[in-house]
């Protein structure tokens, strides 16, 4: 079987990162008998230097034409201009909205190697195993209009929240059948106090858990969720909420674990790739990284750890992804850090020795096979 997956390392360390993801999947891919068939072009910042443009329509086909995308990361400060005509963020947009990834999934589970790597205390997170599922093309980021003008008493800007029941509903009933595969817990979050869409948002949440009774249902006042997130980050399971919402509570939960370099993300569409399954992106949750470009410090297990839920989300390679994730774990249990895990007593390595490690784990889990 061959996958033809695109890879899109973008700026800052996305290459870094992107690059030992890639060569995990070459490891797996020789125990499991398959191929992966890797595509690459240039996007975001890199492409605007190059091209002109965040993303080339050429750049979009082939993601189009394949069966996941492995994405690293877009932006930095060269192209932070407010009012420039292109800006790197807008490809990754561009790629959610045109392959229809209206899910976004970001899992975070803390490993008692790493407890005291949270600035939590140890009995806050031990023990956490919650998913944060994001609707990824409503609300804020992509209502009309949105706009700086100029108005009768100086500037003004405006941003639009627009949802409609359709898009509410699949987001909710990704979020049921995910809980019913975990623990059977789901936790809606809005401001249905004061807004209407997360009035609308709670409405057919409600509508949907009636349907759903094999699932514990609740809701969550956003505001209170931030703050029980830190406070009693146990009690969750299944988190579904809305665009802007989850983008800030999924940063939150990434202290949790430690690191933002230890967490990945897959956003889903409804549209099925050439084996049957879910057409996919996964990126890493942390950003381009700046101040650490090409100097070796970068965290490269969160963009592994997306590569493993590429295979099991849009191939179906269930065991294979946990092939990762015990390789993951097994380097950390034996006390190997980057520098944004680095405590008294560990071993200190860096991007590629860090991705060399996972790779010798896998290939001697194989040799014990």
Not at 160 to 175: D, H, K, Q
Not at 183 to 208: C, F, Q
Not at 282 to 300: C, K, L, Q
Not at 354 to 368: K, Q, V
Request: overall charge negative.
């Amino acid at each position: 079987m061959t996958y033809k997956v695109l890879v899109l390392k973008g700026d800052g360390i996305g290459p870094e990162v992107t690059s030992e993801a890639v060569q995990v999947l070459k490891v797996v891919a020789r125990r499991a008998a398959v191929d992966f068939a890797f595509e690459e072009a240039v996007i975001g910042g890199a492409a605007i230097d190059a091209f002109g443009v965040p993303m080339r329509p050429e750049t979009l086909k082939l993601a189009t034409e394949c069966d996941a995308v492995l994405f690293g990361a877009v932006g930095g400060p060269k192209w932070d201009n407010p009012n420039a005509a292109h800006r790197p963020e807008q490809a990754l947009l561009t790629l959610r909205k045109e392959l229809g990834l209206y899910a976004n999934l970001r899992p975070v589970r803390t490993l008692k190697e790493l407890l005291n790597a949270s600035p939590l205390r140890p009995e806050i997170v031990s023990g956490v195993d919650l998913v944060v599922l994001r609707e990824l093309t409503g609300g804020l980021y992509y209502g009309r209009p949105s706009e700086k003008r100029q108005g009768a008493e100086g500037r003004e800007a405006v941003d639009t929240c627009f949802y409609s029941e359709a898009e509410i509903a699949r987001a909710v009933r990704f979020g049921f059948d995910l809980a019913r595969r975990r623990r059977k817990h789901l936790t809606l979050v809005d401001k249905a106090n004061i807004l209407s869409t997360s009035r609308l948002w709670r409405e057919i949440g409600t509508e949907i858990a009636a349907e759903n009774k094999d699932v514990t249902f609740d809701t969550l006042l956003v505001d209170a969720m931030a703050m029980h997130l830190l406070r009693r980050p146990t009690d969750f399971d299944v988190i579904v909420t809305e665009n802007m919402f989850g983008d800030i509570l999924t940063d939150e939960a990434s202290m949790l674990a430690g690191s933002m370099g230890l967490l990945p993300s897959a956003s889903i569409g409804s549209e099925t790739n050439s084996v049957g399954f879910h057409i996919g992106l996964y990126e890493p949750i942390h950003g381009t990284a700046p101040d650490i470009v090409g100097r070796d410090r970068a965290n490269p297990i969160a963009a592994i750890l997306s590569a493993a839920m590429m295979l099991d989300l849009s191939f179906g390679m269930h065991a294979e992804a946990e092939w990762i994730n015990d390789a993951v774990a097994g380097v950390l249990r034996e006390g190997y850090r980057t520098p944004d895990l680095a405590a008294p007593g560990t071993k200190m390595t860096g991007c590629k020795a860090m991705g060399r490690l996972i790779r010798e784990r896998l290939e001697s889990m194989e040799r014990d096979a």
